[in-house]
């Protein structure tokens, strides 16, 4: 069955390309607000930490109404340091929105995003984004994302991509940046003509996918996940395989959609639905629910490993006791591991001394955002200095992790930039001078 009253998009880019910006306007388009309502800006980014510091951390789901079509959309995050929410909302969508912003054109996260959903054989639709800001240069960006199709190998269906002009903050899409458009309705169009709408067996055994967990004061732990295959039902007994190979039979206590920003209660769901289960209290991301009767547990996502590590240590300075609540061992290594749960490129170790704890992430950011949530609930500790994470391959050489910085200066400061990093073994990948004046450099470190 093809569920053509369905589409699941993902919205991928680097990081301030305006991804959170473009889902306000299609909510506000797409009528879940009231005529009178008031509304905030990034209504998606609803931490506190994602407010301050302007920046989407997890990944987080909506939905919208156009025409007879719903359309799931999730918003993920744009830092690389992020890269393990994007990875495993993936799994849940049938297609991506690949934003870039026309002035900065495709850029390392851009290239990170698009290689995993490429992989995964998602289709895409290009929406060049800030189509207003004066060093816009949106016919050169287009010519730049499909370079990176072709480098990163997409296959025919894909390189055939649709393109949509847009300005996020001015609340438009249009089909050619010299013609300004009124609303968001070319993109809409779009993503219901070239995202394939789900497909499944509707009367076959059940399989749900878990991709993300989210947290609720009065349901518990709530699995957000996707019907592949058969119906769900509340009060309906699942068999839930563990990532260790065994199984266990639960019960759905409750199952909610979202429409718009609210999560809904409803009484069942299909094959393509994206949904969120409660009544599981043991549920871990990238498990899979199946029929009792049929038990078949779906492979997830392999995720990137990590890069940087630290050790979380329990504060005996001469200011301990002074600031938080929680400063105990046992409460350091419950919170940690509590984190693991959800967060999936992050890692825990115990080491030799109880008091210390080896937690393992993507980078600075990463970590450095678990270390400011930990503060803000109280939790005092003390922390040593980033260690960058070595590794051994089969011949015994040592491998490092590398990344390319992208970086665009003028022309005169190009001699220094290229001595600093070349001075740390940087390696010269690409260089050219934009229609701006400002010289694009790629460097490997």
Do not use: W
């Not at 639905?273 to 078949?296: F, H, P, R």
Request: charged share 30%.
């Amino acid at each position: 069955m093809i569920r053509n009253d369905l589409r699941n998009v993902a919205i991928i880019a680097h990081v301030d390309h305006g991804k959170t910006t473009l889902v306000d306007q299609m909510l506000k388009q797409g009528g879940i607000y009231r005529e009178n309502q008031e509304t905030v800006t990034c209504v998606m980014d609803s931490g506190a930490i994602e407010r301050e510091r302007g920046i989407t951390i997890l990944a987080k789901n909506t939905a919208v109404h156009y025409k007879d079509v719903k359309i799931n959309i999730v918003d993920t995050p744009g830092h690389a340091d992020f890269g393990g929410e994007v990875e495993r909302i993936l799994k849940m969508v049938n297609g991506v929105i690949l934003l870039v912003d026309a002035a900065e054109g495709p850029m390392p996260q851009t290239r990170f995003v698009l290689k995993k959903a490429l992989a995964l054989g998602k289709k895409a639709v290009v929406v060049v984004n800030k189509i207003d800001r004066p060093m816009a240069r949106p016919h050169e960006v287009v010519d730049e994302v499909l370079d990176l199709f072709i480098e990163l190998g997409a296959d025919e269906e894909q390189i055939e991509f649709p393109v949509i002009f847009a300005s996020g903050r001015d609340g438009y899409a249009t089909y050619s940046p010299d013609v300004p458009g009124k609303d968001m309705k070319p993109l809409f169009d779009e993503i219901v003509k070239e995202i394939a709408p789900p497909e499944g067996d509707t009367d076959g055994p059940l399989q749900i996918l878990f991709s993300n967990i989210e947290y609720d004061d009065y349901l518990g732990r709530i699995g957000v996940g996707r019907v592949i295959r058969g119906t769900v039902k509340v009060g309906q007994t699942v068999a839930l395989c563990h990532k260790d190979g065994t199984t266990s039979n639960v019960k759905i206590a409750k199952l909610f959609m979202y429409r718009g920003l609210k999560r809904v209660e409803e009484e069942s769901a299909s094959v393509g639905d994206i949904i969120q289960v409660a009544g599981i209290a043991d549920l871990e991301i990238g498990e899979t629910a199946c029929a009792t009767d049929c038990i078949e547990p779906l492979p997830f996502v392999k995720i990137d490993e990590p890069t940087l590590a630290m050790n979380f240590m329990v504060n005996n300075s001469p200011f301990a006791g002074k600031d938080g609540k929680f400063v105990t061992s046992r409460n350091l290594r419950d919170r940690l591991f509590r984190e693991v749960m959800t967060n999936v490129s992050l890692r825990v170790e115990e080491t030799d001394s109880a008091d210390t704890f080896k937690v393992s992430g993507r980078g600075e950011l990463h970590l450095s955002i678990l270390i400011e949530t930990m503060r803000r609930e109280n939790y005092e500790f003390q922390v040593s200095r980033p260690q960058v994470i070595l590794k051994k391959d089969e011949n015994g050489r040592t491998l490092e992790p590398m990344e390319l910085a992208i970086i665009e200066v003028p022309e005169e400061y190009v001699g220094n930039v290229m001595q600093k990093l070349c001075s740390r073994k940087g390696e010269i990948e690409d260089m050219d001078t934009r229609s701006t004046g400002m010289t694009h450099l790629e460097i490997k470190i």
